[in-house]
């Protein structure tokens, strides 16, 4: 084996190796009247965006009467995310697909309400509680790399693994709960929302704020068999209350705001439970499956991985010793040819001028991450997989040309607790097997809400010698 090298990474920063290009995942664009757009957003929103949205740093144009921005300026994208935040918000069609799950918890709310919200969630996401996160998340991907062996299963869905495990992690982490009773209809609710009901409507896209849209009155129906799970999830935890640490169950239940001295009504916590239970796993599980699909593609790389998972002595009861450089690199180099969150979308909410276009209220402003970091101008061979880019000692990538997390003030709570979730599952998998791709190695992404593959292609999990 090579010396192990200052950065860690076993001198592979350096190394001579032609990185691999997966196959071009970019589903071909269609010709663009806007019906068709709208079709095409309701099936794969990936499919809208043509050869100029990779050239172009700004681009114009209608959007059912308002104007629409697609950015991939960084000083605009750094003027609409971060300097000018509070000029800009949801749309209304962002609300109609996803109040109906994640009610007015932290992802949805708004200004004064937003702020108490976060300042209360943040000490659970501080830099200190990412050793549990880690320790959580070996102790985890063990249990259920021993579960697969005892069933002899050898063949594996891995990204129903992954978002079986994500959202044990969560569970853990966040609530101290241990959540298998609740996975499967957790999950059977979410894939159904997922499949279906997350789909935007050309009614949902068109119509003004206020005004129910035909799909949201069905969403509301399932959002209502949602919530009573996401309660009596609530009612387990209470019910066996939970000795110190505080978590960030803890947290929001006894939150009271300094000025008013109120707390969270039950339906105000029950919107953030399940906004924390969504957004902190199936993103998660996607980065895994994007990581282990690369991985797949790429046998040296999966190496270079298992190599740096030996030498951190990953135990299942302590988190890993090392800082895992080079899985933390792949997942970073997953998220960005495939990033889970594929949009970050604003609505005006007063007038501004954005790289020399001028916006009224109700104008869209679209930053779309799957667009930025596959960008021609801003990337060097934006379609091959290198997680070199991201290695400690690599030129440092542009702060705006790079958001799979987002930016600004509502950059993800979540997104360190996410890397080391990943980098952990990923160097305990690849310490333990290698990975294998059964079948047609191609798989493309679909865009609906997130960034899912268009199939589940079986993993062969072989022994690593
Ligand atoms: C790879 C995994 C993840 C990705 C790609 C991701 C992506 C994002 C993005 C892009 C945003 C910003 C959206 C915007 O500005 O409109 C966001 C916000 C958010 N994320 Fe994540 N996320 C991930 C994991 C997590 C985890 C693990 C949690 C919690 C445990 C989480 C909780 C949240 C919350 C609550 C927000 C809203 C924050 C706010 O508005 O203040 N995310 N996420």
Sequence with gaps: MAAVSRDGTDGWLGASWSAPRPPRPRPSPVP???????????????????EPAYRELVLAGPFLGRQSLLLNEPAAIKQVLVDKAAAYGRTAATLRILHPMIGDGLFLAEGEAWRFQRRTAAPAFAPKSLGLVATIAARRTAAALDRLAKEGRRIVDLLALFQELALEIAGEALFSQALEPFTRRLRAQLDRYGTRLA??????????????????????????????????????????GIEAPRDLFDALASARDPETGRGFSERELL??????????????????????????????IQEAVAAEARRSELSPEAAPRAA?????????????????????????????????????????????PWVLHRHERLWAEPDRFDPRRFLPGAPPVDRFAYLPFGVGPRVCIGAQFAL?????????????????????????PVAVVTTHPDRRPAFRLGPRG
């Design 199 to 240: 789909r935007p409507s050309p009614l949902d896209l068109a119509l003004p704020r206020g005004w129910p849209s035909p799909e949201e009155l069905l969403r509301r129906r399932m959002g209502r068999a949602w919530f009573a799970l996401v309660a009596e999830i609530v009612a387990e935890r209470r019910a066996r």
């Design 271 to 300: 919107d953030q439970i399940a906004t924390f239970l969504i957004a902190g796993h199936e993103t998660t599980a996607l980065a895994l499956f994007w990581s282990s699909y690369l991985l797949g593609l790429a046998p040296e």
């Design 32 to 50: 663009r009247p806007q019906w068709r757009t709208l079709l095409q957003l309701r099936r794969n929103a990936l499919s809208t965006w043509g």
């Design 420 to 444: 080391v979730e990943a980098s952990v599952v990923l160097a305990v998998l690849l310490a333990r097997h290698r990975l294998e791709l059964v079948g047609p190695k191609r798989v493309l």
């Design 324 to 368: 895992l450089p080079v899985a933390r690199a792949v997942v970073q180099e997953a998220l960005r040819l495939y990033p889970p969150a594929f949009t970050i979308v604003r609505e005006a909410r007063e007038p501004d001028e954005v790289a020399g276009h001028r916006l009224a209220p109700g104008d869209l402003v679209v930053v779309a």
